[in-house]
């Protein structure tokens, strides 16, 4: 079954207390990976796409990387304003249904 | 441009109404995608249309749920006699081709009581 899990659920840093964000994945086919930032309220705004394993992505202070199981979201000396709940998702193979799957997302919490 | 828009933003209806919920895509994006969010929960894939192709409607939880889309615009999604479990944000996406990012509009809040 094709399935997205997210950890921790939650995560409170410091300001300046680096950290990752985990997306583990089972898909039959791995089309492309994507990583959201939602903030309350609001609708998900897009960050990155990884499409093969080995792939990293970079955007201020966030990097993104993946393996053909899991994705990482590593946040560099967060600042409070990276406070939100980020989301992965990812997309199927055409052959395997074009579907999109996403996870239930890390909820994080950066303390001045 | 803009980006996309949903409305209303908060819709509250009694049960066993009928609620229709709507979704202004990003001009020029071909596909466009409903989600349902419950609280506290991650996002529920529920409908999808590619150009003119026929939608994907596999993520529909009943057959009180249907959606239409007028060309590569504007998308309603309509609920049939409402139900308190349809409580959720509604979320539209668009996106310029099937393989691309999506775009999220900032959702329809449904409450039923």
């Known amino acids: 079954e094709d399935q997205v899990t997210q950890s921790p659920e939650a995560l409170r840093l410091q300001e300046g207390e680096s950290s990752s964000l985990n997306c583990s994945y089972t898909v039959s086919g791995l089309r492309g990976l994507f990583w959201y930032r939602q903030d309350p309220g609001k609708g998900p705004e897009f960050l990155f796409t990884?499409?093969?394993a080995g792939e990293e992505k970079e955007k201020e202070r966030l990097k993104a990387t993946l393996t053909k199981k899991e994705s990482f979201l590593h946040i560099t000396a967060p600042k409070p304003e990276d406070s939100a709940t980020y989301l992965c998702a990812v997309q199927t193979t055409p052959n395997t249904g074009n579907q999109f799957y996403f996870g239930t997302g890390t909820s994080l919490t950066v303390i001045p | 441009g803009a980006g996309v828009s949903q409305s209303p933003s908060n819709k509250v209806t009694e049960k066993g109404k009928d609620v229709e919920l709507r979704c202004d895509p990003i001009s020029g994006h071909t596909a466009l995608y409903w989600y349902r969010q419950r609280l506290g929960q991650g996002l529920e894939f529920l409908i999808y249309f590619q150009g003119n192709s026929a939608p994907d409607k596999s993520g529909l939880p009943s057959d009180r749920f249907s959606a239409e889309r007028t060309g590569e615009s504007v998308s309603t999604l309509t609920i049939q006699r409402t139900q308190q479990e349809d409580s959720a944000v509604y979320l539209c996406?668009?996106?310029?081709?099937?393989?691309?990012?999506?775009?999220f509009g900032p959702g329809t809040r449904l409450t039923v009581l």
């Open positions: 996406a668009s996106s310029s081709d099937t393989y691309n990012e999506q775009f």
């Open positions: 990884l499409y093969s």
